[in-house]
């Protein structure tokens, strides 16, 4: 059906490539020479750490007109292009399309080539191709004999041009290989392969082929000793034709000569004509009725005696039909609940085959073919294969044997030879049937494939059921003639095929042929060897046929008692004497009686010998009187046979002792195979792991190179030891401390003198080589110019122990010399400090405490050098604690700066710190460093003055109240604005002047009486003499605006009336004090008499309500020219009174 | 109508003049003016005044002892201070009004004709 198709619409052809180790190489060789369009589908299954990207595809795509991709599972095949197999999965195909798939084996037992390869050949029949490059393993060899089988086409690379021959090796080596070529022909071979198969120049040549048939038989049969005459030719012709694709050669006669000439070329075409088709359960229903009507007749029968159930399957192959009949009788054992005693002779003749029939694994795709319950049971199947059970494979023995060149097996129970018989032509079937006969006990069964039959041999065979082409053995001795090994040989069979030949010349041939057939005495010619080369007649009384699978054709092995002591005799006189030589009466022991016969020998030319057996005496069938008769007379043989059956026994156990060894042998191959599979991947690995090697080489160099320039370029000095404390390596700074040469590696360190001052390094270094403690110290050279930081480490391997020592100096001079520095700044820092009466803190917002310095413990009265957060606070006043937490927070958090002033209460005297915090930003841990200073002093000086402004406030305002009052009251009196202000105005100015003498900024006493009164009479003094008392009277400040007022109003109507204005005279003013109160008087003394003043007007109005004011009281006396005002005022109106 | 009788404490002298002198045109009595708490004390135990204008400083201190007395008899009064806090004021006396010194006498006049008024009502 598929070629059918083919011819329709020609598929493109699929190659599928496998490599491994060495084969980015060969692929690239491969693929470079492609040009397109080539026609092909490539799929490259190549060996790769599934670990890693594979940069496969985009290497190859650089050297190839192909177009290369890798593959992502779906891609349908198409022509020009290759598709690389992803790492870490499988590659299928099905229907055309690519499928990935995950791994079932572990890594090392994969085998992605064969798996593909199978998959290929499952799926493209014919029209796959598979290409084995380098690599190392046997990968690749499995899924090439499906490729095959299939019909594809396979090419491996030659060996010597592979980098790693292994994978090609192990594929030649299967001989089922069409092509080995170098990497560069390999695309010019399968584009060659596929065009012929296309161009259809095969039909043409078949004919010429189908001549060359029996050639060709006769060329295998004696290159390979198997003979093929006998098979079908048109498959015969059809895989001819295949192989001369595959060579390229177009006509059948040369190809005879390539096989006549070619032993190679003998070899494969074998091995394609073996290749056969089978499956598990084939003609399910021809098994089910084997299952009904034989094998479980059998097992109930036999499985209990002590031979059990003998089953031979010739032409086993691959081992399907072999599983499948072990299945059943297992299966059918189980439900009968009866022991499963059942041997089963699986044998073939090609070792491949038997190969994979032992191993006895499957792809998993064949499991389909087993009924589920016998799965259950017999099966164990993995991720991409499966394997029987031991019960199953114990049951089946699989051996090299030629149906029709060894011996056949006997005392069969069943033989199940299906689908073999095809493949035979008439007369070879003909001379297989009654070998089979033979094998079968009477009453076994023959199983045949669904198109065999018995044909005429239906008379020693009855059906048992026709359909499914399964066949009881009658019973009854076997009566034909076993084809004797000689009748096949290398001489025999030309002779013959020309006798028949002949033969159809006349009646004279046929009656001759009929006379040697039917009347001629039984006779064999014998060569001098007394081997069989020809016989003719009825030898079975005379000749027992071969039992036991041993290859013999001696005549005096297989001759019956009596005619076997003659033979020898006869043929060596006959040989001597060149004359006919003549036994009579010979008396033959068969089976069932004896018979007298003479022998007759006659030498034929080329030293050989015809031997005619002339019967003298009827037969005389054995009785009991017989042995009686024959006793004294047999005595010997008798004794000689039971010593023959004695040797037979022991040959038996022995050939049993041999198979089971073999079988032991096997399971030791079995194990040696799957231990050289673990070898080979491991040494894939090895492989890998050598590149890795390779890298890190290169990785190792790189760095060493790094390290030499480190040494060269460094001002480290250092100093590497052994563990000898020899000089291993040193920088080249360490050469300005140590006098070293390159000479000097090598020696002991305590031969190297140093310019280090008094310093026993050896000492230490070996010391520190054996506690394994670093070691550090400062030292100086001899000359005490620099400083060296001196450090000692043990010297340890990647395991961990002390081999050798490093030492390594710094040059830290300027870093002391900085330090120093640094040192006297602190001091100077601490000084000033000090001097300040700063406090300095610090908090660590990790652990909530403060580290108190300078005077911050006294400033804070805090006995502890470290409070936490709670004692610190406590210590502020109860407003301020929360506003300083928030403020460090804040800082913490968002590294801020901040600034509070707090009260701080302590020793019963409450002092003002303001406090300056900054966030440390590059501290570990993270900090806040502030400062702390007393500004108690700036505060209270603060607070003096806002007191003094509420005290000014409130004077001015009442000033403000009380001139707004007087100027109400003045109102009062006053019809015109303008009289008012001239009323008014005097007083506020004079007002004016008193705050100003009291509110004066120099001021640092009260206002005394006498400067008040200066001040009110000042601006009329240069037109009197005036007087005023010294005597110290500090006026209280709130009686100072009334005091004011009253000695303006005093002054005033002086200037207007008295001796400030134009009256002469003086003025004298004068206070005394008691404890009553103060006294003030005003005199004004002028030239003339003075009249009273009246008391009437505003400031009449003044005067009193600021007597009043004060709690004063005013008299005014007038005596002559003398005009008095005397004032008694309380004593408060003294200040601080 | 009887004159009501507006007890004034007021140390500034001319202050409680033009007060006295405005109140006594719209036709009070005043009662005072006292330059300290303790005379306004003194005077309590005779008069019964209707209102009170009280200056908070005194010369004998704050004026609060006088407010708590008037507080206490139920009597209507104005603080007229220079210096203190009016809501402090209002705190401590939620009934009384203050005035701002310094205030025009009819603006405390206006004040004490509306507690007048409340009283009446």
Redesign the interface.
Known sequence: MTEAMNKEQPPIPVVGIGSSAGGLEALREMFSVAEVPTGLAFVVVQHLDPHHQSMLAELLDRHTQLSVRQCEGGESIEPDTVFIIPPGKGLGIENGRLALSEFAEPRGLRRPIDDFFISLANDQNANAACVILSGTGADGSTGLRAVKERGGLCIVQEPSTAKYDGMPLSATGTGLVDFVRPPEQILGCISSFFTRRTQGADRREASTVADRVDDLCAALRSVVGHDFAGYKRTTFVRRVERRMHVLGIDRGSDYLARVQNDHAECEALFRDLLINVTRFFRDRSAFDVLDAEAVEPMLRERSETEDGIRVWVPGCSSGEEAYTIAMLFAQKARQLGLPCNVQIFATDIDESMLKIARDGSYPIAALADIPHDMQEHFVVPHKERFNFTGQIRDMIRFSGHSLIKDPPFSKIDLVSCRNLLIYFDDSLQKTVMPLLHYAIRPGGYLFLGSSESVGRFDNVFSVINQKARLFERLPGSPTYPIPLPGDRGERGRPGLRAERAQSFDGVEHIARARLIERYVPASVVLDGDSQIVAAYGRLGRFFEFPVSGVDVSSATTLARPGVREQIGPLVRQARAARKRVMARNVEVVTDFGTLQTDIVCDPLDGGTFLVVFQESMQFTPRDAGDLIDLEPNNAHVEELERELRLAKHRLRSATEELETANEELKSSNEEMMSMNEELQSTNEELTTVNDELKTKVDEVTVANTDLRNFFESTNLAVIVLDNQRRLRSYTKAATEIFPLQPTDRGRPLSDVASRLLRFDLSARVENVMDNGMEYQDTVMDREKNRTFSLRILPYRTIDGSINGASIVLTDISHAISVESQLAAEQDRHDLAIEASGIGVWEYLPETKSFVLGGAAMSLLHITDERPGLDAFLARLSAGDRQKMQSALEQAAQEGDTFELTTRIDGDGQSSWIKMFGRYVADSQPPRIIGVSVNVTAENQLAETRELML?EM??RV??L???I???L??AA?KHETARSLVEDVEGRVLALGNAHTLASSQHRTKPVEMHELVETMVAPHARLAKIAISDVSLPVAS?CIT?LTLILHEWATNAVKHGVLGKEAGRLSVSWTENDDGINLVWNEIGDSDVKAPGDAGFGT?LLS??A??L?ASIRTEVKGPVLSHIMTMPPTVRHGA | MAHKTVLLCE?????????Q??LEDEGYEVSGPF?SAGAALACLDDVKPDFAILDV?L?DGDVFPVADRLAKAGIPFIFHS??ADPGKLLQLYPSSLVCQ??C??AALVDKLMKLHSEQMA
Do not use: C
């Open positions: 509420n406030n409130h305002k009442n403000f109240a009380m707004g009052g007087i109400r009251i009062r709130t009334p109005v309500t600021s009043r004011q709690g | 140390d500034e002298m001319f202050v409680a003049l033009d007060i002198m405005t330059p400083r010369v220079g210096h010194k310094p025009h006498p």
